[in-house]
């Protein structure tokens, strides 16, 4: 979703509030996860002082593999998110969204924003015990003595 933030840039106290969905087609090229709801974008942008904010939320669920018993589950997430938008910036800054041509492109920024949240390790219980090296067991469900002999 394109956002056009000339006025608000140019008028202290305005605002523009955000709601949209981001939908499954639009991220079947991220490689790596499958989003089984649309990623639903909350938020607003405001100029506060001259200084334009971006807060915004997103929620999503995902159809995860648990990393350590191969258990397949629906996991949602939500996180919150806010940025400092600048209609230009000289030099090099990753702490400041820039506005090209006064517009941003939530989509990119959502998506960036909610890749660089996921954890790096996907269990189905903080104390997920595995499978069993020797014989495959599921040592959530079941005991084997495999290990034992």
Avoid: W
Wanted: glycine share 6%.
């Amino acid at each position: 979703m394109k956002i056009n933030l000339k006025q608000i840039f140019n008028i202290v106290g305005e605002s523009k509030d955000v709601e949209y969905d981001i939908t499954a087609e639009e991220l079947s090229d991220i490689r790596g996860y499958e989003f089984c709801s649309p990623v639903k974008v909350n938020g607003r942008v405001y100029n506060r002082a001259g200084i334009v904010n971006l807060e915004y939320s997103v929620d999503f669920s995902l159809t995860i593999t648990c990393d350590r018993c191969l258990k397949e589950l629906i996991r949602g997430y939500h996180f919150d998110f806010d940025h400092v938008v600048v209609p230009s910036l000289s030099g090099e800054n990753d702490d400041y969204i820039v506005a090209e041509s006064e517009s941003i492109e939530l989509n990119e920024i959502a998506v960036t924003d909610l890749l660089l949240q996921l954890p790096t390790k996907n269990l189905c219980m903080d104390d997920c015990k595995g499978l069993c090296m020797v014989c495959g067991c599921d040592l959530n469900e079941s005991e084997c003595n495999c290990l034992k002999n």
